[in-house]
Nanobody, 122 residues
Framework: VQFVESGGGLVQTGGSLRLSCEVS????????IGWFRQAPGKEREFVAT????????IYADSVKGRFIIFRDSDKIAVYLQMNSLKPEDTAVYYC????????????????WGQGTQVTVSS
C-alpha cells in the first residue's frame, strides 16, 4: 500500500488549501479513507472520513461546514478541501485507510501516509 500526500503549506487565517491523498495497492471499494491531524504536543485527532463505496462522509465537529472530503474515482485519490482556515487548524495532516465505517479513532485505520504540514498564520 502506498500513499502520496500533497497540498500542505502556509496560509493566512480565512484562506483555503486542498490536500490530496493518492493511494495504490489495494481495492478501494472495500476501504474507508480518513484524514487525521496532529498538532505539536497534542494527540492525533480525527478530521473526516469517506467510504469509498457510496461516498458516505463524517466530519469532526471542529471542521464541519468548513472542510469537505471527497474522492476522485479516476485518479484514485481522496481530497480534503479546507476553507475558512483558522490558526487552530495548524497541524500535520495524515490520510489513512481502513475497513471500518464509521471510524473516528486512529487505531481503527490500518495504513497511514507520511503526513503533510498545514500552517495557518494569524
Amino acid at each position: 500500500v502506498q500513499f502520496v500526500e500533497s497540498g500542505g503549506g502556509l496560509v493566512q487565517t480565512g484562506g483555503s488549501l486542498r490536500l490530496s491523498c493518492e493511494v495504490s495497492g489495494f481495492n478501494f471499494d472495500d476501504y474507508v479513507i480518513g484524514w487525521f491531524r496532529q498538532a505539536p504536543g497534542k494527540e492525533r485527532e480525527f478530521v473526516a472520513t469517506i467510504r469509498w463505496s457510496g461516498g458516505d462522509t463524517i466530519y469532526a465537529d471542529s471542521v464541519k461546514g468548513r472542510f469537505i472530503i471527497f474522492r476522485d474515482s479516476d485518479k484514485i485519490a481522496v481530497y480534503l478541501q479546507m476553507n475558512s482556515l483558522k490558526p487552530e487548524d495548524t497541524a500535520v495532516y495524515y490520510c489513512a485507510a481502513g475497513h471500518l465505517y464509521p471510524a473516528a479513532l486512529a487505531g481503527q485505520y490500518e495504513y497511514w501516509g507520511q503526513g503533510t504540514q498545514v500552517t495557518v498564520s494569524s
